[in-house]
């Protein structure tokens, strides 16, 4: 039997459709392909109005679809993966970090995602959600269903391990780099 | 004068705290505390801003990604086929919704309608002039003056039909471009127009103008996006790390391409269609 209230049509498209963006832009990053990424962006909106009798006015929609969006991806992954995990365990071995090398100045966006996407997706999913989307610890523990401190935890060593990343992206490829130099051809 | 030191406990203690600080997680008085602190430490000011930067380049390249239109058509098209759908009942609202969030991705420009499938072979013509003259032969390297470009002879030379077309590119560029060259060159057995164009960061533009072959259009082609600027249909796409704007006139087909990102290379081409468009049109007549 249906509760929650009565649904109105102009009430989801104008809740939900204006975070379409934001939600295909995580979603890329998240499984890495946009493909992929566009089909489960219409799974989150399939879910969320299929439920949208019971989401109440006035409640964080932006949050509510995110957490809709990290559910199916963890579906997405059971279906094709053995999701690999990251233990706590393997933190030691990140901390013994020395120095903190600055992140470059300037960088192309290619290179700060191709670094992104090697981070490993509990990291990868905590900064997406922290440093692209905003959102507070508290919202983004709601939706990982974690606590506070495990958000902190992975986001710290999530940003570790990016910055490592960065810094070897902009040593190999030079910073600000030009388009690659090939002198074969003419101009008619 | 601060040393950096790592083992530093006093150090340790706030850089415990940097990505909480930077995600403005922090209670008042810590933040008071680390304010201070930073004021006084270099080396802690040289790391929490390294941290501050990398959130703002991660964020800057993730939000550079858009959603696709075939993704809010299809999207559309299953929702309507839910039994509790709305779309059904208030496919214009859905319309307007999604024309919304488009126009916040493209600024400004009016997002007029878009068909189902792709635009790439027509804006390939484009490219290909972009790619052969601007990435390869790195025309732009060598700046043309416009009085050169005006004393230029020969098959090469933009001539009476295209010269007075130059001033009136740079008066719709931004500050932030700069036209280097344009002459008329041959790629791939087709005859172009072309007008180099550099930016900042190391950003190469090409104007490309073709004339048409028999049955050369895009409103027949399955078009991916149609913007309208001033009138102008723009289409576009991205292919080998090049984003491409195109549209036509009569008799003529013209582009932008560039390794801006889509929404950089669709603001250029939206400010250049119109002006370029009357251009071709006066040709025309």
């Given at each position: 039997m249906f509760s929650g209230r009565k649904v109105q049509s102009g009430e989801f498209e104008a809740v939900a459709v204006p975070h379409l963006n934001d939600l295909y832009r995580t979603a890329v990053r998240l499984v890495r392909d946009p493909t992929e990424a566009q089909d489960l962006v219409q799974q989150v909106y399939l879910q969320a109005w299929k439920a949208f009798h019971r989401f109440e006015p006035g409640t964080n929609c932006r949050a509510w679809l995110f957490k809709i969006l990290i559910n199916e991806v963890r579906h997405y992954r059971r279906r094709w993966f053995n999701s690999k995990t990251v233990s706590e365990g393997e933190q030691s071995l990140e901390e013994t970090l020395a120095f903190e090398p600055s992140v470059p100045e300037i960088l192309q966006d290619e290179d700060v995602l191709a670094a992104l996407d090697e981070v490993p997706r509990e990291f990868r999913e905590v900064i997406l959600l922290a440093?692209?989307?905003?959102?507070?610890y508290k919202e983004i523990a709601e939706m990982l269903g974690v606590p506070a401190g495990t958000v902190m935890s992975r986001l710290s060593r999530g940003r570790k391990q990016l910055r490592v990343k960065l810094a070897e992206y902009a040593s190999a490829n030079g910073v600000g780099r030009k388009p690659q130099e090939v002198d074969s051809y003419e101009c008619a | 004068m601060n040393v950096p030191d790592i083992g530093d406990r006093f150090c340790e203690k706030y850089r415990k705290y940097f990505d909480a600080y930077l995600d403005h997680e922090l209670p008042i008085e810590t933040q008071r505390d680390m304010q201070q602190h930073i004021a006084s430490c270099s080396e802690c000011a040289r790391i929490l801003d390294s941290r501050g930067r990398m959130k703002q380049l991660v964020r800057r390249a993730v939000a550079n990604e858009e959603a696709p239109l075939e993704l809010v058509a299809a999207l559309r098209g299953r929702l309507q086929l839910?039994?509790?759908?709305?779309f059904a009942r208030s496919t214009a609202g859905w319309m307007v919704a999604a024309a919304a969030v488009l126009l916040l991705a493209i600024g400004g420009i009016s997002l007029l309608r878009w068909d189902r499938a792709k635009v790439g072979e027509i804006l390939r013509v484009g490219l290909v002039d972009h790619i052969h003259?601007?990435?390869?032969?790195?025309?732009?390297k060598r700046f043309v003056s416009f009085q050169e470009m005006k004393d230029a002879e020969g098959p090469s030379a933009l001539g009476p039909e295209f010269i007075d077309l130059v001033p009136e590119v740079v008066s719709k560029l931004?500050?932030?471009?700069?036209?280097v060259g344009g002459h008329r060159c041959t790629a791939g057995e087709r005859k172009y127009v072309h007008i180099l164009i550099t930016g900042a960061n190391g950003s190469v533009l090409s104007l490309v103008i073709t004339e048409k072959r028999s049955g050369e259009t895009f409103a027949k082609a399955d078009a991916a996006s149609v913007m309208r600027a001033s009138g102008v249909d723009i289409y576009r796409d991205r292919q080998q790390d090049q984003a491409i704007a195109g549209f036509e006139s009569e008799k003529y087909l013209a582009y932008v391409v560039s390794n801006l990102d889509r929404d950089a290379n669709l603001d250029v081409a939206s400010n250049l269609a119109p002006v370029v468009y009357s251009h071709l049109h006066r040709l025309e007549l």
């Amino acid at each position: 039997m249906f509760s929650g209230r009565k649904v109105q049509s102009g009430e989801f498209e104008a809740v939900a459709v204006p975070h379409l963006n934001d939600l295909y832009r995580t979603a890329v990053r998240l499984v890495r392909d946009p493909t992929e990424a566009q089909d489960l962006v219409q799974q989150v909106y399939l879910q969320a109005w299929k439920a949208f009798h019971r989401f109440e006015p006035g409640t964080n929609c932006r949050a509510w679809l995110f957490k809709i969006l990290i559910n199916e991806v963890r579906h997405y992954r059971r279906r094709w993966f053995n999701s690999k995990t990251v233990s706590e365990g393997e933190q030691s071995l990140e901390e013994t970090l020395a120095f903190e090398p600055s992140v470059p100045e300037i960088l192309q966006d290619e290179d700060v995602l191709a670094a992104l996407d090697e981070v490993p997706r509990e990291f990868r999913e905590v900064i997406l959600l922290a440093d692209v989307q905003e959102f507070s610890y508290k919202e983004i523990a709601e939706m990982l269903g974690v606590p506070a401190g495990t958000v902190m935890s992975r986001l710290s060593r999530g940003r570790k391990q990016l910055r490592v990343k960065l810094a070897e992206y902009a040593s190999a490829n030079g910073v600000g780099r030009k388009p690659q130099e090939v002198d074969s051809y003419e101009c008619a | 004068m601060n040393v950096p030191d790592i083992g530093d406990r006093f150090c340790e203690k706030y850089r415990k705290y940097f990505d909480a600080y930077l995600d403005h997680e922090l209670p008042i008085e810590t933040q008071r505390d680390m304010q201070q602190h930073i004021a006084s430490c270099s080396e802690c000011a040289r790391i929490l801003d390294s941290r501050g930067r990398m959130k703002q380049l991660v964020r800057r390249a993730v939000a550079n990604e858009e959603a696709p239109l075939e993704l809010v058509a299809a999207l559309r098209g299953r929702l309507q086929l839910e039994p509790r759908s709305v779309f059904a009942r208030s496919t214009a609202g859905w319309m307007v919704a999604a024309a919304a969030v488009l126009l916040l991705a493209i600024g400004g420009i009016s997002l007029l309608r878009w068909d189902r499938a792709k635009v790439g072979e027509i804006l390939r013509v484009g490219l290909v002039d972009h790619i052969h003259c601007s990435i390869v032969a790195k025309q732009w390297k060598r700046f043309v003056s416009f009085q050169e470009m005006k004393d230029a002879e020969g098959p090469s030379a933009l001539g009476p039909e295209f010269i007075d077309l130059v001033p009136e590119v740079v008066s719709k560029l931004g500050k932030d471009y700069q036209v280097v060259g344009g002459h008329r060159c041959t790629a791939g057995e087709r005859k172009y127009v072309h007008i180099l164009i550099t930016g900042a960061n190391g950003s190469v533009l090409s104007l490309v103008i073709t004339e048409k072959r028999s049955g050369e259009t895009f409103a027949k082609a399955d078009a991916a996006s149609v913007m309208r600027a001033s009138g102008v249909d723009i289409y576009r796409d991205r292919q080998q790390d090049q984003a491409i704007a195109g549209f036509e006139s009569e008799k003529y087909l013209a582009y932008v391409v560039s390794n801006l990102d889509r929404d950089a290379n669709l603001d250029v081409a939206s400010n250049l269609a119109p002006v370029v468009y009357s251009h071709l049109h006066r040709l025309e007549l």
